[in-house]
């Protein structure tokens, strides 16, 4: 894989952060300036790169393993929207993509939203499609992780907030509905924890 100016950087927070005790508040900065990505990113590093001593490969891992796991989601996600067919050819045509095999292979904050975008769709399929509730709360939180990931994702979060309306609007008031709605505020203390380096920075 790549390991360039921008994983460099990465690596120099993660090293800051595993042998100086200097916990990151602010993510990777955007190229916008004075505008960053989510801090979740580096936290999602730190036991691999703790693990191995600071070694990128083994910390590369993650991506690979995140690609391959994206694969699976693809595939599960177009079959059971629009049967077998559909989600072998759209496996396949994911495995087979060159940015997404770009993408498992460098250790860079984007690389991981084909995961948590594709597992946000997932879960909110699978909340809508079997009126399971809990699984609002898991697509809540990957879509809070994706916007962490990168901040142009919080568009990413409108359709999956707009399928969420329309399942509180057809849920009768009730059990059903009260699940619902412990489902929401579950994915959103998790997305609120995630945040919170965000804030404590603010505060500061």
């Not at 994983?7 to 952060?17: E, N, P, S, T």
């Not at 940015?99 to 975008?117: D, E, F, M, R, V």
């Amino acid at each position: 894989g790549i390991f360039d100016s921008d994983q460099g950087r990465d690596f120099l927070v993660l090293r800051a952060m595993l042998v100086d005790g200097v916990w990151p508040l602010l993510g990777p900065p955007a190229s916008v300036g004075g505008v960053h990505h989510g801090a979740a990113y580096y936290y999602l590093l730190a036991p691999l790169a703790w693990a191995s001593g600071l070694d990128p490969t083994v910390v590369a891992m993650l991506f690979a393993t995140a690609g391959v796991g994206a694969v699976f989601l693809v595939w599960w996600l177009a079959g059971s929207i629009a049967g077998p067919t559909a989600g072998l050819v759209a496996g396949i045509v994911y495995a087979l993509s060159p940015t997404a095999i770009a993408a498992s292979l460098t250790n860079w904050n984007p690389n991981l939203i084909g995961l948590t975008a594709t597992l946000t769709l997932a879960a909110a399929w699978k909340a809508w499609s079997t009126r399971r509730t809990r699984w609002w709360a898991v697509a809540i939180f990957a879509a809070g992780l994706t916007i962490q990931l990168h901040v142009v994702a919080t568009l990413y979060a409108i359709p999956i907030a707009a399928l969420l309306v329309r399942d509180l609007r057809r849920t009768a008031p009730g059990p059903a509905r009260s699940g619902l709605l412990r489902a929401i505020g579950a994915g959103l203390v998790l997305v609120g924890i995630l945040f919170l380096p965000l804030l404590v920075e603010e505060i500061g």
